[in-house]
T-cell receptor, first 116, second 112 residues
Framework: NAGVMQNPRHLVRRRGQEARLRCSPMKGHSHVYWYRQLPEEGLKFMVYLQKENIIDESGMPKERFSAEFPKEGPSILRIQQVVRGDSAAYFC??????????????FGPGTRLTVT | DAKTTQPPSMDCAEGRAANLPCNHSTISGNEYVYWYRQIHSQGPQYIIHGLKNNETNEMASLIITEDRKSSTLILPHATLRDTAVYYCIVRPTGAGSYQLTFGKGTKLSVIP
């Protein structure tokens, strides 16, 4: 059973460009979460999605950031007009559900975004 | 959310047990304790979780004190591949229970 897949693993963008990060959850998982990790920091929650729905985006910056999880295809985290402060590792996680026994979130390898 | 406190770093000799402590003195009665680890440049890996009773799986054991104010993650026979940052997380209940809050964790170095 393949784990959570993310691509690209490394992404370099110039200031003002757009960054698109993709996440394919584990097979059978319909809950997706995005986290951001700044250098030397712990992961911070950004957004929680189910198929075609954003459940909680309270951790996501209000401007330039958006996320989607379409009916078909991977979840996408999109950052428009990137700035140097967006340089970070972005991790996607998925879970089978949100109940007690299906709560474990399994993380992908991350996408390391560098803004030059 | 209950806050956790962990030592910033620890060393452990290869083959010995690694005991990683975590304080969570403000934990609520129905909040779980979760442990994840992050090996350099990889995504976090789930290890174990518990509520009141001690738990064991193929990776580790989790010992939770009777008052639930602290816990210890035990790796019984540490190997070099266990070198990682270990995060102790108290999972909130109710709204937002899916939000895992990662602190700075404990950087465990397993020494040959």
């Amino acid at each position: 059973n393949a784990g959570v897949m993310q691509n690209p693993r490394h992404l370099v963008r110039r200031r003002g460009q757009e960054a698109r990060l993709r996440c394919s959850p584990m097979k059978g998982h319909s809950h997706v979460y995005w986290y951001r990790q700044l250098p030397e920091e712990g992961l911070k929650f950004m957004v929680y999605l189910q198929k075609e729905n954003i459940i909680d985006e309270s951790g996501m910056p209000k401007e330039r950031f958006s996320a989607e999880f379409p009916k078909e295809g991977p979840s996408i985290l999109r950052i428009q007009q990137v700035v140097r402060g967006d340089s970070a590792a972005y991790f996607c996680a998925s879970s089978l559900g949100t109940g007690t026994h299906s709560y474990e979130q399994y993380f992908g390898p991350g996408t390391r975004l560098t803004v030059t | 959310d209950a806050k956790t406190t962990q030592p910033p770093s620890m060393d452990c000799a290869e083959g010995r047990a690694a005991n990683l402590p975590c304080n969570h003195s403000t934990i609520s009665g129905n909040e779980y304790v979760y442990w994840y680890r992050q090996i350099h440049s990889q995504g976090p890996q789930y290890i174990i979780h518990g509520l009141k009773n001690n738990e064991t799986n193929e990776m580790a054991s989790l010992i939770i004190t009777e008052d639930r104010k602290s816990s210890t993650l035990i790796l019984p026979h540490a190997t070099l591949r266990d070198t990682a940052v270990y995060y102790c997380i108290v999972r909130p209940t109710g709204a937002g229970s899916y939000q895992l809050t990662f602190g700075k964790g404990t950087k465990l170095s397993v020494i040959p």
